[in-house]
């Protein structure tokens, strides 16, 4: 039990929809990160959130957004959805003591997306 | 650009026996380096973090090293057990908690 819940475990969405995946971080942690984890490989980093802003993106395009809310709830934001998209989405969350290192990262059971 | 590989990438062992998984990196620039353990269809799972200025962490029957310098890092699985299969992940913190993963080992413990 890690503290990070993830909603909704599953879902099915058709090619060029949105969707809005959603996450409550642990009480007290500042930092929410979102990864991509295809079948079969590593999770990759898509952004982070330090105090409600964004704090680093990686490899992945503008239609992927996110939010980071006072109460330690977070959203990722995909639009525009192609079948590549089909993955575990996993919300990983912790307190950043400092803009540069930190303690144990907490994930989530994560939301598995299938486009069709 | 920092990559990581673990080696095997798969391993399947009886009952008991000792194994080491391995897991390398590319740039030695890392704030720490941390062992997730992920069962099929689920979140992953902190086994053990090992900050860069230290030389290895222990827990339990895990025991983990970190060679920075030559970008290399082992996890020691002592007397293994069933419960220990799953996938292992490595992954480096390049700083403020983004973290680089590897693409895993899937182990199979046999009775």
């Known amino acids: 039990e890690t503290g990070v819940t993830q909603s909704p475990t599953h879902l099915i969405k058709t090619r060029g929809q949105q969707v809005t995946l959603r996450c409550s971080s642990q009480?007290?942690?500042?930092?929410v990160s979102w990864y991509q984890q295809a079948l079969g490989q590593g999770p990759q980093f898509i952004f982070q959130?330090?105090?409600?802003?964004?704090?680093g993106r990686g490899n992945f395009p503008p239609r992927f957004s996110g939010l980071q809310f006072p109460n330690y709830s977070s959203e990722l934001n995909v639009n525009a959805l192609e079948l590549d998209d089909s993955a575990l989405y996993l919300c990983?969350?912790?307190?950043?003591?400092?803009?540069?290192?930190?303690?144990?990262?907490?994930f989530g059971e994560g939301s598995w997306l299938t486009v069709v | 650009k920092q990559e990581v590989t673990q080696i095997p990438a798969a391993l399947s062992v009886p009952e008991g026996e000792n194994l080491v998984l391995n897991c390398s990196f590319t740039?030695?620039?890392?704030?720490?380096l941390q062992w997730f353990r992920q069962d099929p269809g689920k979140g992953l799972t902190s086994l053990l973090l090992?900050?860069?200025?230290?030389r290895e962490q222990t827990s339990g029957r895990l025991n983990a090293s970190l060679d920075k310098s030559s970008g290399r890092s082992t996890l020691y699985i002592a007397a293994s057990q069933p419960g220990d299969s799953a996938t292992y992940l490595c992954a480096v913190d390049t700083g403020f908690q983004k973290l680089v993963f590897g693409t895993g080992t899937r182990l199979l413990v046999s009775p």
């Open positions: 090992i900050q860069s200025s230290q």
């Open positions: 009480s007290g942690h500042n930092t």
């Open positions: 959130y330090y105090r409600e802003e964004e704090n």
């Open positions: 740039d030695s620039a890392i704030y720490n």
């Open positions: 990983a969350s912790s307190f950043l003591n400092d803009r540069s290192s930190g303690n144990t990262i907490y």
